[in-house]
């Protein structure tokens, strides 16, 4: 068959290969700990359920506005107004089928071939292929796990040359959970300052931090870059939502009518009552977000714990979202159920056969030597995971 040549560029997105694998197996009945999917395991607050059956039972069944419908625009800008203090028109908003397809229409209405995105490594699986379809070059410059994964002024001023078209920010990000803190995002932004590039601020995770970690959006603190600025978000994470594909874009409105237009061309508008259902997460009362946080944080506490204790884990402690991304560099070279670790895909294989515990292995995310964990599960069952994991890697040869 002959299949395209963008097509061809691109794989599929691991973490939801290796989710719906999750999936299958449990329904198989076999006894597995997953911690692939990044997806809050929290039922989606009933009120936000309300909120989309009552606009299924007014009748909200058809096409809406493609951008998505006004009153969910104007929250969305009314909410970066109360939190940032930004002043974006309703216009200047883009609702679309979650913050991965706003992502997507994104770099679509910005990329031309060869224009190259900066991309912070390690990094979210989808950037980098999103970057490929839409004809544009990935530039991914690997940061260090002794720097907090974080990339430094001097990375980013490196990195940054006249073919670069965008920057991508995630913070805290996936995978490694880091959160940049305020100077060092201003330490960040005096670099884009003197480049003129786009930024694209993946705020996804903004709510899911811990400690005493204080989100900043990177435009708010630098008046300079807002022009040049493009945020993303989604409802999927901050209200237990992934399934209901609602994310938005905001930006410089030439941009975002652009982002539309292909929107408009593709999908047409997110579906109608889960924008009702939204506005409804966006506007309403936000206290089960805290109580979500709150668990996750204990569930980061056992997990970081536990996986430290584990001969060969390094496990980095992160400020936000709920993901570990710990280094199991010590454990390649060694030799489990007959075969030797070579990468951290062999040890994520080990693991699942020896142990019945699935992750989800580094390479992707542009490390081979880390693997990924989500924690969005229960604390028994990180407990149980992490158990089989100790004793899987007490049987390495
Ligand atoms: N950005 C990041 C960093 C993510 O981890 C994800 C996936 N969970 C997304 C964007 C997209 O999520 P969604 O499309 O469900 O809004
Ligand atoms: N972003 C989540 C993850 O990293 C969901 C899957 C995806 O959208 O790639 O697991």
């Known amino acids: 068959m002959r299949l395209s040549e963008r097509s061809k560029a691109i794989k599929p997105a691991v973490t939801l290969a290796l989710a719906a694998k999750a999936q299958t197996m449990r329904a198989e009945g076999i006894d597995l700990v997953n911690f692939t999917a990044g997806e ?32 969910l625009r104007q929250a969305i800008a009314e909410k970066y107004k109360r939190e940032y203090g930004f002043d974006y028109h309703r216009d200047q908003v883009l609702v679309s089928c979650g913050g991965k397809h706003a992502l997507y229409n994104l770099l679509q209405a910005l990329l031309n071939p060869g224009d190259e995105v900066v991309i912070p490594s390690p990094y979210w699986v989808s950037y980098s292929d999103m970057t490929l379809l839409a004809g544009g070059v990935p530039r991914i410059v690997p940061t260090k796990e002794e720097d907090g994964f974080r990339l430094t002024p001097e990375q980013l001023a490196t990195a940054l040359t006249p073919k670069t078209r965008i920057f991508i920010l995630n913070s805290p990000s996936n995978p490694t959970g880091a959160g940049y803190h305020r100077e ?62 609602i994310g ?128 969005a599960t229960s604390l028994e069952e990180i407990e149980k995971g992490c158990g089989r994991i100790e004793a899987a890697v007490k049987k390495l040869d």
Not at 206 to 228: C, G, M, Q, T
Not at 289 to 317: H, T
Not at 326 to 342: E, Y
Not at 346 to 357: G, M, S
């Open 248 to 375: 938005y874009a905001l930006g410089p409105q030439e941009i975002i009518a652009a982002a539309g237009n292909i929107q408009s061309q593709s999908t047409s508008n997110p579906t109608s009552i889960a924008q009702a259902g939204a506005l409804e997460a966006i506007q309403g009362p936000q206290d089960e977000v805290e109580v979500m946080v709150r668990e996750f944080q204990k569930r980061r506490d056992l997990i970081v714990e536990r996986l430290s204790r584990i001969p060969g884990f390094r496990c980095f402690n992160p400020q936000g979202a709920f993901y570990v991304f710990p280094n199991v560099r010590s454990l390649l070279g060694r030799t489990g159920k007959g075969k030797k670790l070579g990468s951290a895909a062999d040890v994520v294989e080990y693991f699942l056969a020896e142990a019945r515990v699935l992750v989800v292995p580094g390479e992707d995310f542009g490390s081979s030597e880390n693997i990924r964990f989500s924690y």
């Open 40 to 71: 809050p395991d929290f039922d989606t607050p009933q009120r936000i359920k309300d909120a989309a059956v009552q606009a299924l039972k007014r009748g909200m069944t058809k096409y809406t506005d493609v951008r998505g419908i006004i009153p």
């Open 184 to 245: 060092e995002l201003e330490a960040l932004s005096r670099v884009l300052e003197k480049h003129d590039c786009l930024i694209i601020s993946d705020d996804i995770y903004e709510k899911i931090v811990y400690d005493n970690f204080h989100f900043y959006s990177i435009a708010a603190l630098n008046p300079k870059l807002r022009e040049r600025t493009l945020i993303t978000n989604s409802a999927s994470k901050t209200y237990a939502m992934t399934g209901w594909r």
